[in-house]
């Protein structure tokens, strides 16, 4: 069994998750490769491409979701939105069948309370009503309750819009341009072109099965907790889903953990793990890597959890800077003047050279915004309710 250091672990994910060295050009690519963006908040998700491509802008994000639709925002992973290359929909939507959270009541219809009838009738009713349309999420509870009855219409303008979730893995929603303040759905195949309905998907076990190599790829050494975690599992099936790929995997030892990694991948550690990054809000890095408490150690848990949502929601809630693999400080912007004002909260000492790589982290932040950005440095308030 393979012995390593979690220096070795953290250097190959950071390279895995393009950030030491960002791609250049294709946006879609770093999005397949860590497994696709949570996008929660939209503007989070737009940064977390955005500094995993060189010298990318917030308006070639948007292009590619918008006017290209070579990435495709809908719901994914744990139930929450997430934006994946257009070309792997189907893939995406079919794993999201595999063990869906509706398991327990055997089917998404009954789950919600409604009769295979009624759940036939309201995915056919969204289908038709987003053909070649982009409606809110109250015109589309309209049109599809004028079909179906007005019992859809609750339904469809929950908070949680639990409705949405089935019918988005179904292939027959996905996400549209935001208008105004305001969501929009639409239809993949009218708005990309995109074959991703159920009968054009591949096989939901096969699918998930190669998400579960996707995810050990980019956030490998990984337990089966750790994989439950991430992908919603209950962990014997997380477990079930590792022993299936046989001797695709292999087992190493993380100073005393032991997990797992592709078999292929057990001797590609590189070195350099040198990397100081300003992320996002809800990062894939955070939210796929395992253990914790070695992503965000204790004194920054500690931290984290006094200020703002950190106390319901941890790190991920933050926008974070991460040193070497590691969360090591929090930070936010404003917009002040014509300028942008962001400033870090550091939970480590910061040398001269650190602090150069800060100020061009910065610097980068501007760019990607189109702006000048100062940085400025200090404990952070969290902002009163």
């Keep these: 069994m393979n012995s390593l250091t979690w220096d070795q672990v953290h250097a190959r994910r950071l390279a895995r998750h393009h950030l030491v060295k960002p791609v250049s050009g294709d946006l879609r690519k770093p999005v397949r490769d860590v497994c696709g963006i949570q996008s929660q908040v ?8 955005g500094s995993r491509v060189k010298d990318a802008t917030q308006e070639q994000v948007r292009a590619e979701l918008y006017d290209k639709k070579r990435l495709i925002k809908t719901y994914s992973l744990r139930g929450t939105l997430h934006v994946h290359a257009a ?8 794993a999201m069948r595999w063990k869906p959270y509706w398991r327990a009541k055997g089917s998404w219809h009954a789950h919600h309370g409604l009769t295979a009838k009624q759940g036939e009738a309201f995915v056919d009713a969204v289908r038709e009503a987003l053909d070649g349309e982009c409606l809110t999420r109250e015109e589309l509870a309209k049109e599809v309750s004028g079909r179906v009855g007005a ?28 208008r105004g303040a305001k969501v929009t759905y639409v239809r993949p195949d009218r708005w990309a072109g995109l074959k991703v309905e159920a009968k054009d998907q591949p096989d939901p076990e096969e699918s998930a099965m190669e998400i579960v190599r996707r995810y050990l790829r980019a956030y490998g050494p990984a337990t089966h907790q750790d994989l439950a975690r991430w992908f919603a599992l209950r962990p014997p099936e997380a477990r079930e889903a590792l022993e299936s790929l046989g001797d695709e995997v292999a087992q190493v030892e993380v100073e005393g953990r032991k997990a797992y990694v592709l078999a292929s991948d057990e001797g590609r550690w590189p070195s350099d793990r040198s990397c100081l990054r300003l992320l996002p809000q809800y990062e894939a890095y955070v939210l796929g890597s395992g253990p914790k408490e070695v992503v965000v150690p204790k004194d920054t848990a500690a931290r984290v959890f006094e200020h703002g949502r950190g106390k319901y929601e941890g790190a991920v809630a933050h926008q974070i800077m991460l040193v070497d693999g590691v969360v090591a400080g929090m930070w936010e912007r404003k917009e002040k003047g014509g300028r942008l004002e962001v400033k870090v909260e550091s939970f480590v000492e910061l040398g001269s050279g650190r602090t150069k790589e800060l100020e061009r982290e910065v610097e980068r932040v ?4 189109g702006t000048e ?5 200090g404990k952070l308030t969290a902002k009163k309710r």
């Design 373 to 377: 950005a100062v940085l400025t440095t």
């Design 366 to 369: 501007g760019r990607f915004y």
């Design 87 to 94: 070309d792997e929909l189907a893939l995406w939507m079919a």
């Design 42 to 49: 939209a503007a989070a998700a737009e940064l977390a491409i």
């Design 151 to 178: 019992w859809a219409e609750d339904k469809l303008t929950s908070n949680w819009g639990e409705l949405l979730r089935p019918v988005a893995y179904l292939g027959v929603l996905c996400f549209g341009p935001v």
